[in-house]
């Protein structure tokens, strides 16, 4: 049965006409086809629950976002590595090796709680289309730090970062936060129905991302950041197979690993490695 796909979703999927362009042939082919694959399996699941796919989503405001905060266990804000949830119960963790590399982080830390197959899908997709290696590490790392705090992980995640990576990628990491909220047709980033979903439709961002905005926008460093927006976008696909392997040379020339070991080597961000390494002490 032939599937009608809807070429404005399918290129808004991919980033927009602006990366559509930017693809190979082949590239385009490929992706054509794991969105067709995806699409009919959205549009099954829907059937089979008696929904019509076609609807319009119906997104929260945010009144009912903020109905939800009283009585929840914990905060929306709070780290992964942190909170369980009902389906997802914390577990006991691997321990660390004695002097860890930011490889041990993804192994046994981010791989529980920091959104790891996200940022290896973002960076594989960064690496697809061309981008410089600052914007594909800073892909690979934007949002780890969700494992110790997902509030301002931007900011948070960059802070992480700073002493270890390179200038552009810090910026990249940092700013992301604040640029997701805006789209940027000519860079083919859109809107995301992911954040009306988690936001509220009706959200309007705080003054502080909006001033940090506008500062960005202005930037000579604008595109770190924007680009690691528009391979963010992608990157929710179930069922893309990603490995850390092409990444291991990147982190090899970038990563500026402390023979200490992450969290011992006395930088002023020690501690926020610590923090993941050890989420179960009690203070
Ligand atoms: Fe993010
Ligand atoms: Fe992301």
Redesign the pocket.
């Known amino acids: 049965m032939p599937m009608d796909i809807d070429r404005r979703a399918f290129i808004a999927s991919l980033g927009g006409a602006a990366m559509v362009s930017r693809m190979s042939d082949e590239a385009r082919a490929d992706a054509l086809e794991d969105y067709s694959i995806n699409e009919l399996d959205r549009q099954v699941a829907y059937a089979q629950a008696g929904q019509n796919a076609a609807a319009p989503e119906h997104f929260p405001t945010v009144a009912e976002l903020e109905a939800r905060i009283d009585g929840s266990a914990s905060r929306r804000g709070a780290g992964n590595l942190f909170v369980g949830t009902r389906d997802r119960p914390v577990k006991r963790l691997e321990p660390m090796p004695k002097r860890p590399t930011l490889m041990d982080f993804f192994n046994l830390r981010f791989k529980t709680a920091g959104?790891y197959n996200?940022v290896l899908q973002?960076a594989t997709r960064a690496m697809k289309t061309g981008m410089t290696e600052e914007v594909i590490f800073a892909c690979l790392l934007?949002?780890v730090v969700q494992s110790l705090i997902k509030v301002d992980h931007g900011w948070w995640g960059a802070q992480m970062f700073e002493p270890y990576i390179p200038e552009k990628s810090t910026f990249g990491v940092r700013y992301h936060q604040a640029l997701r909220f805006y789209a940027d047709e000519a860079n083919g980033y859109e809107y995301p129905d992911l954040y009306r979903r988690t936001f509220g439709v009706d959200y309007k961002p705080e003054p502080y991302i909006e001033e940090t905005y506008k500062m960005v926008r202005k930037h000579r460093w604008y595109s770190e950041p924007r680009m690691v927006t528009v391979n963010?976008l992608y990157?929710f696909d179930p069922n893309a197979v990603v490995t850390m392997d092409p990444f291991v040379d990147i982190i090899g020339r970038h990563f500026k690993q402390p023979k200490e070991g992450l969290g011992f080597d006395n930088s002023p961000v020690a501690h926020m490695w610590r923090s993941i390494a050890y989420p179960d002490h009690p203070l």
């Open positions: 959104a996200h973002s934007h949002d963010d990157a």
